[in-house]
């Protein structure tokens, strides 16, 4: 076939391709943008990225919303006025409550009255018995107790019964203080609690030992 035959007219297909000119591409040719766009993209959007993520990574506290600590206090919620209610006033621990009583007050001991010192009871019936050998001893004795203000004195004779020293006997502790007054009286040093030689009050057994 030849190109009188053709039904098309020639176009700029049927031309001789450029040597250099890429074969089998119909695409038109691109522009200078298409081809610098994603660098310019890459250059501006990176910084805004990075300043966009400091700023954010700089106001961030580490905890998510929702995940707040829960120790913390919540903030009071203002009133309806806009203002926060007053926080109660608290009772003075030091105030007193005039409704609260009074301690007692603690009593004192009672004071212990100090017994009073036993004395000599001078209406006990004495008996001075003389077993010294020496005649009216006992008699002299007896009248230096009446002068004491004894005033129940008898006299009589005795027996030593081995003892070699004056003493005055009684009967019972009760009588203890009556028979140290008749030894005073009398200068005699022994005194002693027997009931066997004086069954009842007291008894002075003179001796030779015994000085008038």
Known sequence: MTKASDRFPEDEFDAEPAPDAPIGVHRAPRSWWSRWWPFVAVVVLVPVV????VAWAS????????????????AAAPSASGTTAPAPETEDPGAEDPGAEAPAETEAPPVEEEEPAPTADLTTDVRVLNASGRS????????DLEDAGFTSVTTGNGNAGGLQQTTVFYASADLAPTAQQVADSLGIANVVEDAGTAPEGVVVLLLADFAR
């Open 50 to 53: 990075t300043v966009g993520l």
């Open 59 to 74: 106001s961030w506290d580490g905890r998510l919303p929702g995940f707040g600590d829960s120790s913390e206090p919540a």
């Open 136 to 143: 009216g001893l006992a008699a002299g004795a007896a009248g």
